[in-house]
């Protein structure tokens, strides 16, 4: 055996070894997340699709109530995984969250797979062990949100992208864009690679049309798969976009000061300010490098990889600024509810991304000033490998050391819905309506007819016009109380109100649901036969009150017509 055949072994059994030590990782931290954080609950918004999903195993299609057609979710494909628990008669959470566990290992896998060509075996199985080590992955692993499923399935795009499987490729960028449509914009850039990559060979007679081959066989599975569901869906909900579109995202002259905010503090938890900031300074010495370079034949073999190396980083991060600018463009997200979740959706094509800059530079200076031309065999495609593998140690370190607070005790206040909803299932009657803030565990534990007050499920709502919409808390903007007051239902729950009087028109305070503790139980919520002053309705409220727990949740009961 050849050292250069020896060396490979060695490097590939070093990269499965990190990947299957990072994939074991990733899953015992997923349950200790699950042991801590939710034990056995799911984040309120995944009970969104979660009653979808019921309501489809019930025959009443993926809407949220039965008989009003409204596309409440956004996420379709992971919605539409979320009903074979009901097919299968599994307990619906345990089976969720199996699914973000899955995708997790996928994520870690996947980053690796996407990454050793291109940096490097070492590199690649160290940044597969920093996503698995970040906090956030694990925890939304946990939660029942569609995150980690869709961030897998991006990366396996790009990664059979640059392995020429364009068939696979085009069938797991259609799966991502109906997990969620942005996935389009990423498909797009991958687009633009597979383009360049058949091009670059097409000339000549009679090489244009196999040149194509390439984009065909990348465009038309996703143009069936996609464009199929799309004109579906479009179809029957009668909306180019999903209904949470219309109650979140306003202009971009209202939107874009919080998008901003929420990227810097995403990137700031992250702890990748710093290493954004090295990539911007090496792509610009790699641009520069590019263009000082005088060799045509230069061009052939530029970096860690073989020649179509630069485009592939390229590609990487251009769906990262595409997609984060999206991010802006929307608004961004409620941070306080959902975290680091828009980053977390492209970390790993940015991690890959951010590392192959940094080599990508110091090979391209190399090259400008003259020197050999660096490849997989030789010492100075060692050396770009050697630092590859540094940088990455030091961007999985920062990924390890990251924070995800949102989603810290998130499951207090979805047990404590879910007890409400458990409480409303027991007492009250057929043809009951519910409103309430909290659109997720209350209706779809209840089983109740339910009228979300923000709008997210309810089309009434998400399509009236608001105001600067786009300057508030994402996603909590819109509100229509006469709509609401005017649909008369039994119940109506919301927050309890810090300032102000504690009453509704029409309703009565029936009982409020205390929003600290784990287990769901019907006998969390509290119930009220008097009006309680607004001092002791303080004193519950903080948790200093006559009984144990924090009541800072409220029901409210209709008491006339």
């Known amino acids: 055996m050849s050292a250069n055949t020896s060396r490979s072994v060695g490097a590939g059994a070093l990269f499965w070894a990190l990947v299957v030590s990072a994939s074991l990782v990733f899953v015992v931290r997923s349950v200790h997340a699950e042991q801590t954080q939710f034990f056995g609950v799911l984040f309120d918004d995944a009970y969104i699709s979660l009653r979808h999903a019921l309501n489809f195993w019930l025959g009443h299609g993926f809407n949220f109530n039965p008989g009003e057609r409204v596309e409440g979710y956004t996420n379709f494909l992971y919605t539409a995984l979320m009903s074979g628990a009901f097919f299968l008669d599994l307990p619906p959470e345990l089976w969720i969250k199996c699914i973000g566990v899955a995708s997790g290992v996928a994520v870690v896998v996947g980053t690796g797979v996407l990454a050793r060509p291109l940096v490097g075996p070492a590199a690649g199985g160290l940044l597969a062990l920093g996503l698995a080590l970040a906090e956030g992955l694990p925890l939304f692993a946990a939660s029942g949100m569609e995150t980690i499923l869709f961030a897998a399935l991006l990366t396996w795009g790009f990664a059979l992208v640059f392995r020429s499987w364009w068939v696979t490729a085009s069938v797991a960028f259609a799966l991502a864009a109906m997990a969620r449509m942005e996935a389009v914009l990423v498909y797009g850039v991958a687009g633009l690679y597979v383009l360049v990559f058949a091009l670059r060979g097409a000339v000549g007679p009679g090489r244009l049309r196999d040149g194509l081959r ?8 996703f143009g069936v798969l996609f464009g199929g569901f799309y004109a579906t869906r479009w179809s029957y909900y009668g909306h180019p976009f999903p209904n949470t579109y219309y109650a979140k995202v306003g202009s971009v002259s209202n939107s874009y000061e919080r998008g901003l905010e929420h990227l810097q503090l995403m990137t700031s938890h992250m702890g990748l300010r710093a290493a954004l900031g ?7 010495v790699w641009l520069l490098a590019l263009c000082w370079r005088r060799r045509a034949a230069a061009r052939e073999n530029v970096g860690v990889g073989d020649a179509l190396w630069p485009a592939q980083v390229a590609a990487l991060l251009g769906a990262c600024g595409l997609y984060l600018a999206y991010t802006i463009r929307v608004g961004g997200d409620s941070h306080v509810t959902f975290g680091d979740r828009f980053l977390v959706h492209v970390l790993p094509l940015l991690a890959v991304g951010l590392v192959g800059s940094l080599a990508g530079a110091l090979s391209s200076v190399r090259l400008a000033v003259g020197g050999p031309r660096p490849s997989p065999v030789d010492t100075e495609s060692r050396w770009l490998r050697a630092v590859a593998t540094a940088a990455a140690a030091c961007l999985a370190l920062t990924l390890a050391l990251s924070r995800c607070p949102a989603l810290d005790r998130s499951f ?4 404590g819905w879910a007890s409400l909803g458990v409480y409303l299932r027991q007492t009250a009657e057929a043809g009951d309506v519910v409103a309430t803030t909290a659109a997720g565990a209350i209706p779809y534990f209840s089983r109740l007819q339910a ?3 923000y709008g997210l499920a309810d089309p009434n709502i998400a399509h009236k016009e608001k105001p600067g919409l786009g300057r508030g808390l ?5 509100m229509d109380m006469a709509y609401v007051l005017g649909r008369k239902p039994r119940y109506i729950a919301n927050w309890l109100p810090r300032r102000g009087p504690v009453r509704i028109e029409g309703y009565r305070l029936a009982g409020l649901v205390r929003m600290d503790g784990s287990v769901i139980d019907p006998a969390r919520v509290l119930q009220l036969d008097a009006q ?4 002791e309705l303080t004193r519950l409220r903080d948790g200093r009150g006559a009984v144990p727990g924090r009541y800072s949740f409220a029901l409210f009961e209709r008491v006339s017509d």
């Open 214 to 221: 390439a984009p065909l066989a990348f465009a038309l599975p």
């Open 278 to 284: 090295i990539a911007a300074l090496a792509v610009a």
């Open 412 to 415: 207090e206040g979805a047990s």
């Open 451 to 453: 009228i979300d007050m």
């Open 474 to 478: 994402a996603a909590h903007e819109k």
């Open 532 to 535: 309680p002053t607004r001092q």
